[in-house]
Protein backbone atom coordinates (compact mmCIF):
# COMPACT_ATOMS: atom_id res chain seq x y z
CA UNK A 1 0.00 0.00 0.00
CA UNK A 2 0.90 3.02 -1.24
CA UNK A 3 2.22 5.67 1.89
CA UNK A 4 -0.13 8.43 0.69
CA UNK A 5 -3.04 6.25 0.73
CA UNK A 6 -1.98 5.00 3.85
CA UNK A 7 -2.39 7.93 5.51
CA UNK A 8 -5.64 9.09 4.35
CA UNK A 9 -7.16 6.18 5.61
CA UNK A 10 -5.79 7.08 8.97
CA UNK A 11 -6.76 10.17 9.10
CA UNK A 12 -10.20 9.27 8.16
CA UNK A 13 -9.82 6.80 11.55
CA UNK A 14 -8.89 9.68 13.64
CA UNK A 15 -11.59 11.79 12.35
CA UNK A 16 -14.22 9.10 12.84
CA UNK A 17 -13.02 8.47 16.64
CA UNK A 18 -12.73 12.26 17.13
CA UNK A 19 -16.45 12.59 15.82
CA UNK A 20 -17.67 9.59 17.68
CA UNK A 21 -15.94 10.79 20.93
CA UNK A 22 -17.72 14.10 20.36
CA UNK A 23 -20.76 12.68 19.59
CA UNK A 24 -21.08 10.70 22.78
CA UNK A 25 -20.44 13.50 25.05
CA UNK A 26 -23.51 15.33 24.68
CA UNK A 27 -26.22 14.61 27.53
CA UNK A 28 -29.39 15.98 28.51
CA UNK A 29 -30.45 17.31 32.17
CA UNK A 30 -34.24 17.39 32.47
CA UNK A 31 -36.75 19.64 34.53
CA UNK A 32 -36.45 18.17 37.88
CA UNK A 33 -33.14 16.57 37.71
CA UNK A 34 -29.32 18.33 38.70
CA UNK A 35 -25.99 16.48 36.70
CA UNK A 36 -23.11 16.72 38.38
CA UNK A 37 -20.00 15.85 36.10
CA UNK A 38 -16.61 13.84 37.76
CA UNK A 39 -13.29 14.63 35.96
CA UNK A 40 -10.85 11.53 37.30
CA UNK A 41 -13.40 10.34 39.85
CA UNK A 42 -13.49 14.51 41.47
CA UNK A 43 -16.73 16.59 40.43
CA UNK A 44 -15.57 19.36 38.56
CA UNK A 45 -18.75 21.09 37.43
CA UNK A 46 -22.83 20.68 38.80
CA UNK A 47 -25.51 21.61 36.18
CA UNK A 48 -28.72 22.08 37.83
CA UNK A 49 -30.83 23.92 34.67
CA UNK A 50 -32.82 21.56 32.36
CA UNK A 51 -31.09 21.65 28.40
CA UNK A 52 -27.98 19.74 26.32
CA UNK A 53 -24.30 19.86 28.13
CA UNK A 54 -21.24 18.05 26.99
CA UNK A 55 -18.35 16.39 28.87
CA UNK A 56 -15.39 14.92 27.87
CA UNK A 57 -16.16 11.50 27.44
CA UNK A 58 -13.51 8.79 29.23
CA UNK A 59 -12.07 11.74 31.24
CA UNK A 60 -15.85 12.60 32.50
CA UNK A 61 -18.62 10.85 33.76
CA UNK A 62 -22.23 12.15 34.66
CA UNK A 63 -24.30 11.12 37.24
CA UNK A 64 -28.00 12.64 37.53
CA UNK A 65 -30.48 12.76 40.62
CA UNK A 66 -33.75 13.95 40.13
CA UNK A 67 -34.88 16.59 42.75
CA UNK A 68 -38.65 16.47 42.03
CA UNK A 69 -39.26 12.49 42.43
CA UNK A 70 -40.49 11.14 46.16
CA UNK A 71 -38.42 8.44 47.13
CA UNK A 72 -40.51 5.56 49.92
CA UNK A 73 -38.19 3.54 51.89
CA UNK A 74 -39.98 0.83 53.95
CA UNK A 75 -38.82 -0.09 57.84
CA UNK A 76 -39.86 -3.22 59.37
CA UNK A 77 -40.85 -4.76 56.16
CA UNK A 78 -40.16 -5.04 52.59
CA UNK A 79 -42.61 -5.25 49.78
CA UNK A 80 -42.10 -8.31 48.19
CA UNK A 81 -44.68 -7.50 44.91
CA UNK A 82 -46.42 -4.61 44.09
CA UNK A 83 -49.98 -5.07 43.69
CA UNK A 84 -52.17 -5.23 40.88
CA UNK A 85 -55.55 -4.42 39.48
CA UNK A 86 -55.83 -8.54 40.21
CA UNK A 87 -53.51 -8.91 42.46
CA UNK A 88 -52.77 -7.42 45.79
CA UNK A 89 -49.19 -6.28 46.96
CA UNK A 90 -47.09 -9.63 49.00
CA UNK A 91 -45.19 -7.93 52.06
CA UNK A 92 -42.61 -9.61 54.18
CA UNK A 93 -41.39 -8.71 57.91
CA UNK A 94 -37.86 -7.91 58.63
CA UNK A 95 -38.22 -8.89 62.23
CA UNK A 96 -34.70 -7.48 63.32
CA UNK A 97 -35.52 -4.29 62.27
CA UNK A 98 -39.13 -4.42 63.61
CA UNK A 99 -39.01 -5.61 67.28
CA UNK A 100 -38.77 -2.84 69.80
CA UNK A 101 -39.00 -2.51 73.26
CA UNK A 102 -41.37 0.56 75.07
CA UNK A 103 -40.59 2.33 77.93
CA UNK A 104 -42.73 0.28 80.36
CA UNK A 105 -40.56 -2.78 79.08
CA UNK A 106 -42.69 -4.65 76.63
CA UNK A 107 -41.77 -6.05 73.15
CA UNK A 108 -43.57 -4.28 70.15
CA UNK A 109 -43.23 -5.05 66.11
CA UNK A 110 -43.21 -1.69 64.60
CA UNK A 111 -43.38 -1.28 60.43
CA UNK A 112 -42.98 2.31 59.12
CA UNK A 113 -42.55 3.57 56.20
CA UNK A 114 -40.92 7.52 55.21
CA UNK A 115 -40.66 9.49 51.80
CA UNK A 116 -38.00 11.73 51.23
CA UNK A 117 -36.99 14.22 48.15
CA UNK A 118 -33.39 14.85 47.22
CA UNK A 119 -33.03 19.01 47.10
CA UNK A 120 -28.90 18.29 46.85
CA UNK A 121 -27.76 16.25 44.77
CA UNK A 122 -24.19 17.26 45.67
CA UNK A 123 -24.14 16.84 49.34
CA UNK A 124 -26.65 13.58 48.66
CA UNK A 125 -24.38 11.72 46.70
CA UNK A 126 -20.49 12.87 48.18
CA UNK A 127 -21.43 13.65 51.54
CA UNK A 128 -21.57 10.06 53.18
CA UNK A 129 -20.18 7.00 51.55
CA UNK A 130 -23.87 5.67 51.72
CA UNK A 131 -26.97 8.06 51.90
CA UNK A 132 -29.56 4.95 51.66
CA UNK A 133 -28.35 2.63 54.38
CA UNK A 134 -27.91 6.32 56.38
CA UNK A 135 -31.03 7.30 55.90
CA UNK A 136 -32.59 4.31 57.03
CA UNK A 137 -29.69 4.29 60.31
CA UNK A 138 -31.15 7.62 61.00
CA UNK A 139 -34.51 7.13 60.96
CA UNK A 140 -34.28 4.02 63.36
CA UNK A 141 -32.06 6.08 65.45
CA UNK A 142 -35.13 8.72 66.29
CA UNK A 143 -37.56 5.90 65.74
CA UNK A 144 -36.74 3.54 68.73
CA UNK A 145 -35.93 6.86 70.78
CA UNK A 146 -39.60 7.56 70.72
CA UNK A 147 -40.91 3.94 71.40
CA UNK A 148 -38.87 4.10 74.13
CA UNK A 149 -40.52 6.77 75.45
CA UNK A 150 -43.72 5.24 74.94
CA UNK A 151 -46.34 3.16 77.19
CA UNK A 152 -47.14 -0.28 75.21
CA UNK A 153 -50.48 1.27 75.18
CA UNK A 154 -49.55 4.48 73.50
CA UNK A 155 -47.03 2.34 70.85
CA UNK A 156 -50.26 0.81 69.90
CA UNK A 157 -52.71 2.80 69.99
CA UNK A 158 -50.95 6.65 69.30
CA UNK A 159 -49.78 5.77 65.81
CA UNK A 160 -50.83 8.85 63.47
CA UNK A 161 -49.10 10.65 66.67
CA UNK A 162 -45.63 8.91 66.88
CA UNK A 163 -45.49 9.63 63.20
CA UNK A 164 -46.38 13.23 63.57
CA UNK A 165 -43.73 13.02 66.68
CA UNK A 166 -40.65 11.23 64.41
CA UNK A 167 -40.62 13.54 61.16
CA UNK A 168 -39.23 16.96 62.68
CA UNK A 169 -36.61 14.79 65.03
CA UNK A 170 -35.75 12.79 61.62
CA UNK A 171 -35.72 15.86 59.26
CA UNK A 172 -32.78 16.95 62.12
CA UNK A 173 -30.52 14.55 62.35
CA UNK A 174 -30.56 14.18 58.66
CA UNK A 175 -29.98 18.01 58.01
CA UNK A 176 -27.00 17.67 60.80
CA UNK A 177 -25.31 14.59 58.71
CA UNK A 178 -25.91 17.08 55.79
CA UNK A 179 -27.82 14.22 53.43
CA UNK A 180 -29.26 17.10 50.85
CA UNK A 181 -33.03 15.63 51.66
CA UNK A 182 -35.99 16.57 52.67
CA UNK A 183 -38.27 14.26 54.58
CA UNK A 184 -42.02 14.54 53.05
CA UNK A 185 -43.59 12.09 55.55
CA UNK A 186 -43.20 9.73 58.24
CA UNK A 187 -46.33 6.81 58.45
CA UNK A 188 -46.24 4.01 61.23
CA UNK A 189 -48.11 1.55 59.11
CA UNK A 190 -48.53 -1.50 61.75
CA UNK A 191 -47.90 -2.22 65.34
CA UNK A 192 -48.33 -5.26 67.21
CA UNK A 193 -47.14 -7.29 70.49
CA UNK A 194 -45.99 -11.03 69.82
CA UNK A 195 -48.55 -13.40 69.06
CA UNK A 196 -48.31 -14.96 72.69
CA UNK A 197 -49.89 -12.20 74.09
CA UNK A 198 -51.93 -10.90 71.38
CA UNK A 199 -55.62 -11.62 72.32
CA UNK A 200 -54.99 -10.09 75.83
CA UNK A 201 -53.77 -6.53 74.23
CA UNK A 202 -56.97 -7.06 71.76
CA UNK A 203 -59.01 -7.03 74.58
CA UNK A 204 -57.38 -3.93 75.72
CA UNK A 205 -57.69 -2.21 72.72
CA UNK A 206 -61.17 -3.28 72.62
CA UNK A 207 -61.90 -1.37 76.07
CA UNK A 208 -60.47 1.93 75.28
CA UNK A 209 -62.30 2.01 72.22
CA UNK A 210 -65.37 1.26 73.89
CA UNK A 211 -64.31 3.42 76.39
CA UNK A 212 -63.92 6.52 74.35
CA UNK A 213 -67.27 5.84 72.72
CA UNK A 214 -69.05 5.89 75.45
CA UNK A 215 -67.43 9.24 76.68
CA UNK A 216 -68.28 10.36 73.16
CA UNK A 217 -72.15 9.18 73.83
CA UNK A 218 -72.07 10.85 77.22
CA UNK A 219 -70.44 14.53 75.28
CA UNK A 220 -72.96 14.24 73.31
CA UNK A 221 -76.14 13.80 75.21
CA UNK A 222 -74.81 16.40 77.33
CA UNK A 223 -74.69 18.88 74.79
CA UNK A 224 -78.09 17.98 74.07
CA UNK A 225 -79.90 18.00 77.59
CA UNK A 226 -77.91 21.09 79.01
CA UNK A 227 -79.19 23.47 76.61
CA UNK A 228 -82.71 22.37 76.63
CA UNK A 229 -82.83 22.16 80.35
CA UNK A 230 -81.44 25.84 80.13
CA UNK A 231 -83.99 26.86 78.24
CA UNK A 232 -86.58 25.46 80.30
CA UNK A 233 -85.13 26.73 83.53
CA UNK A 234 -85.37 29.99 81.57
CA UNK A 235 -88.86 30.00 80.88
CA UNK A 236 -90.05 28.13 84.06
CA UNK A 237 -88.26 31.80 85.18
CA UNK A 238 -90.33 33.49 83.26
CA UNK A 239 -93.12 32.47 83.89
CA UNK A 240 -92.89 32.79 86.95
CA UNK A 241 -91.86 36.27 87.07
CA UNK A 242 -94.95 36.31 84.87
CA UNK A 243 -97.46 34.79 87.34
CA UNK A 244 -95.89 36.38 90.16
CA UNK A 245 -96.52 40.26 88.54
CA UNK A 246 -100.32 39.08 87.24
CA UNK A 247 -100.74 38.35 90.85
CA UNK A 248 -99.03 41.05 92.51
CA UNK A 249 -101.38 43.47 89.79
CA UNK A 250 -104.60 40.95 91.01
CA UNK A 251 -104.17 41.71 94.34
CA UNK A 252 -103.76 45.42 94.20
CA UNK A 253 -106.49 45.63 91.94
CA UNK A 254 -108.47 43.79 94.69
CA UNK A 255 -107.52 45.45 97.59
CA UNK A 256 -108.47 49.35 95.42
CA UNK A 257 -111.58 47.44 94.17
CA UNK A 258 -112.30 46.13 98.37
CA UNK A 259 -111.91 49.56 99.05
CA UNK A 260 -114.18 51.14 96.81
CA UNK A 261 -117.02 48.53 97.82
CA UNK A 262 -116.28 49.26 101.71
CA UNK A 263 -116.34 52.83 101.60
CA UNK A 264 -120.32 52.37 99.72
CA UNK A 265 -120.55 49.45 102.03
CA UNK A 266 -120.72 52.28 105.31
CA UNK A 267 -122.62 54.18 103.66
CA UNK A 268 -125.65 51.41 103.07
CA UNK A 269 -125.07 47.89 104.10
CA UNK A 270 -128.30 46.19 103.25
CA UNK A 271 -127.75 47.24 99.31
CA UNK A 272 -124.05 46.61 98.94
CA UNK A 273 -124.74 43.03 100.46
CA UNK A 274 -127.74 42.21 97.88
CA UNK A 275 -125.49 43.70 94.84
CA UNK A 276 -122.46 41.56 96.01
CA UNK A 277 -124.55 38.41 96.33
CA UNK A 278 -125.83 38.69 92.83
CA UNK A 279 -122.39 40.06 91.27
CA UNK A 280 -121.42 36.64 93.13
CA UNK A 281 -123.94 34.42 91.92
CA UNK A 282 -123.67 35.70 88.31
CA UNK A 283 -120.12 34.80 88.39
CA UNK A 284 -120.20 31.35 89.71
CA UNK A 285 -123.43 30.26 88.69
CA UNK A 286 -124.44 28.09 85.34
CA UNK A 287 -126.09 30.75 83.91
CA UNK A 288 -127.65 28.43 81.29
CA UNK A 289 -128.99 25.92 83.69
CA UNK A 290 -130.81 29.03 85.25
CA UNK A 291 -131.61 30.62 81.71
CA UNK A 292 -132.97 27.00 81.15
CA UNK A 293 -135.21 26.82 83.96
CA UNK A 294 -136.57 30.45 84.14
CA UNK A 295 -138.14 29.73 80.89
CA UNK A 296 -139.50 26.58 82.00
CA UNK A 297 -141.32 28.02 84.78
CA UNK A 298 -142.26 30.79 82.11
CA UNK A 299 -143.86 27.79 79.59
CA UNK A 300 -145.22 25.70 82.41
CA UNK A 301 -145.96 27.87 85.71
CA UNK A 302 -145.02 27.02 88.99
CA UNK A 303 -147.57 24.92 90.02
CA UNK A 304 -147.32 21.01 89.46
CA UNK A 305 -143.77 21.16 88.49
CA UNK A 306 -140.76 18.86 90.03
CA UNK A 307 -136.87 19.12 88.59
CA UNK A 308 -134.54 17.07 90.03
CA UNK A 309 -131.24 16.13 88.48
CA UNK A 310 -131.04 12.23 87.87
CA UNK A 311 -128.29 9.96 87.67
CA UNK A 312 -127.68 10.68 83.82
CA UNK A 313 -126.40 14.83 84.26
CA UNK A 314 -124.17 15.28 81.07
CA UNK A 315 -120.22 15.07 81.39
CA UNK A 316 -119.33 15.31 85.01
CA UNK A 317 -122.15 17.81 86.20
CA UNK A 318 -120.12 20.58 88.71
CA UNK A 319 -122.18 21.25 92.06
CA UNK A 320 -122.84 24.76 90.81
CA UNK A 321 -125.14 23.45 88.01
CA UNK A 322 -127.50 22.14 90.67
CA UNK A 323 -127.23 25.11 93.11
CA UNK A 324 -127.76 26.91 89.65
CA UNK A 325 -131.16 25.36 89.20
CA UNK A 326 -131.83 25.50 92.70
CA UNK A 327 -131.24 29.50 92.53
CA UNK A 328 -133.42 29.67 89.75
CA UNK A 329 -136.95 27.97 91.59
CA UNK A 330 -136.27 30.01 94.54
CA UNK A 331 -135.30 33.44 93.12
CA UNK A 332 -136.77 33.73 90.05
CA UNK A 333 -136.84 37.29 89.76
CA UNK A 334 -133.49 37.75 90.54
CA UNK A 335 -132.08 35.59 88.16
CA UNK A 336 -134.34 37.09 85.69
CA UNK A 337 -132.50 40.23 86.11
CA UNK A 338 -128.99 38.27 86.22
CA UNK A 339 -129.94 36.78 82.57
CA UNK A 340 -131.23 39.49 81.31
CA UNK A 341 -128.62 40.24 78.65
CA UNK A 342 -126.86 36.54 78.24
CA UNK A 343 -126.48 34.44 75.26
CA UNK A 344 -125.26 30.69 75.73
CA UNK A 345 -122.03 30.32 74.07
CA UNK A 346 -121.80 27.82 71.32
CA UNK A 347 -120.61 24.61 71.17
CA UNK A 348 -117.73 24.77 68.87
CA UNK A 349 -117.52 20.86 69.62
CA UNK A 350 -116.02 19.28 65.74
CA UNK A 351 -116.59 15.28 65.31
CA UNK A 352 -116.18 13.60 61.84
CA UNK A 353 -118.60 10.97 61.09
CA UNK A 354 -117.22 7.80 59.21
CA UNK A 355 -117.66 7.01 55.87
CA UNK A 356 -120.50 4.18 56.70
CA UNK A 357 -120.68 3.17 52.11
CA UNK A 358 -116.66 2.48 52.58
CA UNK A 359 -116.50 0.41 55.59
CA UNK A 360 -115.32 -3.27 55.02
CA UNK A 361 -117.32 -4.35 58.04
CA UNK A 362 -120.78 -3.40 59.94
CA UNK A 363 -120.15 -0.72 62.37
CA UNK A 364 -122.49 -0.97 65.37
CA UNK A 365 -122.76 1.92 67.09
CA UNK A 366 -124.31 2.09 70.87
CA UNK A 367 -125.52 5.38 71.87
CA UNK A 368 -126.10 5.68 75.73
CA UNK A 369 -126.59 8.43 78.62
CA UNK A 370 -123.60 6.24 80.34
CA UNK A 371 -123.65 2.64 80.13
CA UNK A 372 -121.88 2.26 84.14
CA UNK A 373 -124.68 4.51 85.62
CA UNK A 374 -128.01 4.23 83.55
CA UNK A 375 -129.82 0.77 83.62
CA UNK A 376 -131.29 0.88 80.29
CA UNK A 377 -128.09 1.45 78.69
CA UNK A 378 -126.24 -1.29 80.10
CA UNK A 379 -128.44 -3.58 79.22
CA UNK A 380 -128.52 -2.23 75.04
CA UNK A 381 -124.78 -2.34 75.12
CA UNK A 382 -124.67 -5.53 77.08
CA UNK A 383 -126.67 -6.77 74.07
CA UNK A 384 -124.75 -5.39 71.46
CA UNK A 385 -121.85 -7.19 72.92
CA UNK A 386 -123.66 -10.60 73.14
CA UNK A 387 -123.93 -9.70 69.03
CA UNK A 388 -120.48 -8.76 68.60
CA UNK A 389 -118.99 -11.80 70.43
CA UNK A 390 -120.98 -13.97 68.18
CA UNK A 391 -119.54 -12.36 64.67
CA UNK A 392 -115.64 -11.82 66.23
CA UNK A 393 -113.86 -9.97 63.91
CA UNK A 394 -116.48 -9.67 61.57
CA UNK A 395 -117.72 -6.31 62.83
CA UNK A 396 -116.96 -3.49 64.72
CA UNK A 397 -118.43 -2.02 68.15
CA UNK A 398 -118.27 1.24 69.78
CA UNK A 399 -120.29 2.84 72.54
CA UNK A 400 -120.76 6.62 72.59
CA UNK A 401 -121.30 8.30 76.29
CA UNK A 402 -123.62 11.34 76.66
CA UNK A 403 -121.24 12.18 79.39
CA UNK A 404 -118.61 13.12 76.77
CA UNK A 405 -118.89 16.11 74.95
CA UNK A 406 -117.67 14.77 71.49
CA UNK A 407 -120.23 11.83 72.09
CA UNK A 408 -123.04 15.16 72.26
CA UNK A 409 -121.70 16.69 69.47
CA UNK A 410 -121.78 13.34 67.68
CA UNK A 411 -125.15 12.52 68.85
CA UNK A 412 -126.51 16.21 67.74
CA UNK A 413 -124.35 15.29 64.06
CA UNK A 414 -126.40 12.07 63.43
CA UNK A 415 -129.80 14.04 64.46
CA UNK A 416 -130.21 10.53 67.51
CA UNK A 417 -133.77 11.21 69.19
CA UNK A 418 -133.74 9.07 72.33
CA UNK A 419 -131.23 7.27 74.20
CA UNK A 420 -129.78 4.73 74.42
CA UNK A 421 -129.87 4.14 70.62
CA UNK A 422 -128.13 1.47 68.10
CA UNK A 423 -127.26 2.53 64.89
CA UNK A 424 -125.47 -0.03 62.52
CA UNK A 425 -123.50 2.09 59.35
CA UNK A 426 -124.92 4.83 60.65
CA UNK A 427 -128.82 3.79 60.42
CA UNK A 428 -131.11 3.65 63.51
CA UNK A 429 -132.07 0.43 63.97
CA UNK A 430 -133.21 0.21 67.97
CA UNK A 431 -134.62 3.24 69.66
CA UNK A 432 -134.60 2.68 73.54
CA UNK A 433 -136.30 -0.68 73.67
CA UNK A 434 -133.50 -3.48 74.20
CA UNK A 435 -133.54 -5.98 71.08
CA UNK A 436 -133.37 -9.82 71.40
CA UNK A 437 -130.38 -11.42 70.30
CA UNK A 438 -131.76 -12.73 67.75
CA UNK A 439 -133.36 -9.92 65.93
CA UNK A 440 -130.17 -7.82 66.72
CA UNK A 441 -127.82 -10.10 64.75
CA UNK A 442 -130.32 -10.67 62.34
CA UNK A 443 -130.14 -6.79 61.86
CA UNK A 444 -126.35 -7.09 61.75
CA UNK A 445 -126.11 -10.07 58.76
CA UNK A 446 -127.74 -7.24 56.57
CA UNK A 447 -124.97 -5.12 56.33
CA UNK A 448 -122.09 -8.39 56.01
CA UNK A 449 -120.49 -8.29 53.07
Known sequence: MKPGRLKGILALVIVALVVIVAVSGFYRVDQGEEALVLTFG????????????????????VQKVSTTKVHTMEYGYRTTQAGSATQSAQYADVTEEAIMITGDSNIVQVEAMYQYVVNDAEAFLFQVDDPYGTLQLAFETVLRRNIQ???VDDALLKKQT??????????????????????????????????????????????????TQRLEEAERYENEVLPAARADAYQMVQEAEGYKAEKVAQATGDVANFQEVYSKYILSPAITRQRLFIETMERILEKANMKYVVELIDALGRHNICIAPGCDMPYDVPPENTIAVQQAIRETESVREMIRNYEAPEDDTTVELPDYAALEKPLIEVFTLDSATCAACTYMLGAAMQCGEAFGDKVDLVEYKFTEKESIARVRKMGVKHLPSIYINGELKFSSIIPSHKKLCEAVKEYLR
Open 42 to 61: KMTKHEVNAGLYWHVPLAQS
Open 149 to 151: NKT
Open 162 to 211: IGIEVQPEFQQVVNEYRLGVTIKKVEIQNTTVPQEVEAAFQDVINAMNEK
